[in-house]
């Protein structure tokens, strides 16, 4: 026993805390509250499942999300961590609108600017663009733009043109 | 009269009781849902989630508990924590370049004469915009 004090885990489980304990290294004893809401969570004995099939250089990071996934289970009890993502999927897809409409907007800019020497030099102010088809439908939407005045069917049609297929749209529903 | 036991009885090998608290959000035809939220979080954890749910609440936190159930069994170190690290550093990025794109839009609007006499001077540059874009950084 070595007169070592009990981590978290044994002290609150009410056991003896062996020497290859499979908690100690990640729940020491001066912070409680981290193993506390991992085991109502999850439950002790599945947190030590998860370890046991980790290797070792993983199990702080595994400890890690565990805490950070409980934490918002507890904060959240009806979406917990799916909350967060769903947030965080619509914060990216108002950011990427945005951006579309941003750029769009620098080349409805140029062409205003210099519309000759864009019509001779299109590469020059659509080298952003992925492709020649991504670069002539910007051309179009600033033309668009320009011409109806109108920015709320211009930034839908950016939206749609510049759209990319997300690769966690599918897990969200 | 009987409907059968729920996927989560069955699974626990007990009696479904009138008032399980399970069944209405685990059927029999799919057990896989339950053997997924129990592999992760345990049948009694699960129970005392629900118990302290209002009940119009609880099939939304089943199915979020079955979600992060299946990105926890498919990454067992990060679970779905590693979907939000990514979806973070997509928002930083984005933050990034839209700031510098609104720079971008600021400074042609503040200097259309310097952007169109080097547009000219440039004619022809393919790494003009990318001076275009050093100004801003």
Redesign the interface.
């Known amino acids: 026993m070595g007169g070592n004090s009990p981590c978290a885990s044994c002290k609150l489980l009410r056991r003896r805390c062996a020497k290859d304990c499979i908690f100690a290294p990640y729940f020491p004893s001066d912070d409680p509250h981290k193993f506390a809401i991992v085991h ?4 002790a ?2 947190v030590s499942k ?1 370890l046991q ?2 290797p070792l250089q ?1 199990r702080a ?2 400890v ?3 805490v ?2 409980a934490n918002a ?1 507890i904060r959240d ?9 769903s947030y ?2 619509n ?2 897809s108002q ?2 609108m ?2 579309a409409v ?2 769009a ?2 080349v409805c ?2 062409m205003q ?2 519309p000759i ?1 864009v019509a ?2 299109p ?3 659509l ?2 663009a992925d492709d020649d088809d991504q670069a002539f439908l910007l051309q179009n939407q600033c033309f668009n733009f320009a011409n109806n005045n109108s920015s709320s069917s211009a930034y839908v049609n950016i939206h749609e043109s510049l759209k990319k297929e997300s690769i ?1 749209g599918d ?2 529903s | 009269m009987n409907p059968g036991r729920c996927a989560a009885c069955r699974y626990l090998r007990r009696r479904c009781p009138p008032d399980c608290i399970f069944s209405p959000y685990f059927p029999p035809n799919n057990p896989q849902r339950f053997v997924s939220i129990h ?4 049948a ?2 699960v129970a005392k ?1 629900l118990q ?2 209002p009940s119009h ?1 609880r099939t ?2 089943v ?3 079955y ?2 159930a299946q990105y ?1 069994i498919e990454d ?9 690290s ?3 550093q ?2 930083h990025d ?2 990034r ?2 700031a510098m ?2 720079a ?2 600021a400074f ?2 503040r200097h ?1 004469q310097a ?2 006499s080097s ?2 001077n ?5 790494s ?2 990318n001076q275009a874009s050093s100004w801003f950084m």
């Not at chain 1, 109502?40 to 439950?43: E, L």
């Not at chain 1, 979406?79 to 967060?84: E, L, M």
């Open positions: 109502k969570v999850f439950g004995s599945n998860t099939e980790l993983q990071d595994a890690s999300s565990l950070y996934e289970r009890p009806v979406y917990g961590c799916v909350g967060a993502i965080l999927q914060q990216v950011l990427q945005q951006l941003a750029q907007e620098i800019i140029q600017q210099d020497m001779a030099n590469q020059m102010v080298g952003q966690f897990i969200v | 592999r992760i979080y345990g009694s954890n989630l302290q749910l609440l939304q936190a199915d979020s508990l979600l992060e926890r067992p170190v990060y679970g779905c924590v590693g979907l939000i990514l979806l973070q997509q928002i984005l933050e370049q839209l794109t609104q971008e839009i042609r609007a259309p952007v169109e547009l000219l440039n004619v022809g540059n393919p003009f915009s």
